[in-house]
């Protein structure tokens, strides 16, 4: 059955310092992958998808299929990024099934 | 429409109680689903609409949970004999239902609480 785990409940950084938020999956077939945060006080959106390969508000995530992993990386983190993240994965039937979520603070 | 709306937006209740959670999705959007979301766990997967096909019912926790989607609109999560560990948001969304790469658009949420 597919999974997704994202093993930090809450990772703590400085302004400016790089920020990186893990997710691995198991799943048996091709992959569609996701990240979507939720700020506070709104409502849970997407951030960006694997098949866009963009960066949205300079995060960004490369799927490595040998480590099942689908990482969102930011070179500097800034104060307003401090939000709830979790990882995404969309089945062949597009059910999305989420990770338990990573919590984001970012100090000043 | 102006988004997923979700009602009420709480949901104070007494254990034993049944309650009904209400979902209107996007216009046009055939894709639905339902979500719960504690501390400690994340977004939880309930039950999955598609279209006409019958849905996707896996994550529902006990068989006091249930849900309708009727004429492919409006969605009711129906909770029955509610217990304290049922408190949490329950989220919906919706997707236009094309694709694996489609984003979902959330609610804001039913926060339940069971006395």
């Known amino acids: 059955a597919q999974r997704v785990t994202q093993p930090e409940k809450l990772l703590s950084v400085f302004k400016g310092a790089p920020v990186e938020l893990k997710c691995n999956y198991s799943?048996?077939?091709?992959?569609?992958l996701f990240w979507y945060v939720q700020y506070s006080r709104q409502r849970l959106q997407l951030l960006l998808r694997?098949?866009s390969r963009e960066s949205i508000k300079g995060f960004t995530a490369d799927l490595n299929k040998g480590e099942t992993s689908f990482h969102l990386k930011k070179p500097f983190a800034q104060e307003e990024d401090s939000a709830m993240y979790y990882c995404?994965?969309?089945?062949?039937?597009?059910?999305?099934?989420f990770g338990s979520g990573t919590r984001l603070l970012v100090r000043p | 429409g102006a988004g997923v709306s979700q009602s009420p937006s709480n949901k104070v209740t007494e254990k034993g109680k049944d309650v009904e959670l209400r979902c209107d999705p996007i216009?046009?959007?055939?894709?639905l689903y339902w979500y719960r979301q504690s501390l400690g766990q994340g977004l939880e997967f309930l039950i999955y609409?598609?279209?006409?096909?019958?849905?996707?019912k896996s994550g529902l926790p006990s068989d006091r949970f249930s849900a309708e989607r009727t004429g492919g609109s409006v969605s009711t999560l129906t909770i029955q004999r509610t217990q304290q560990e049922d408190s949490a948001v329950y989220l919906c969304?919706?997707?236009?239902?094309?694709?694996?790469?489609?984003?979902?658009?959330f609610g804001s949420g039913t926060q339940l609480s069971v006395l």
């Open positions: 969304a919706s997707s236009p239902g094309q694709g694996r790469f489609e984003k979902l658009f």
């Open positions: 799943y048996s077939g091709s992959p569609e």
């Open positions: 694997h098949i």
């Open positions: 995404a994965l969309a089945d062949s039937s597009y059910k999305l099934i």
């Open positions: 216009s046009g959007h055939t894709a």
């Open positions: 609409f598609q279209g006409n096909s019958a849905p996707d």
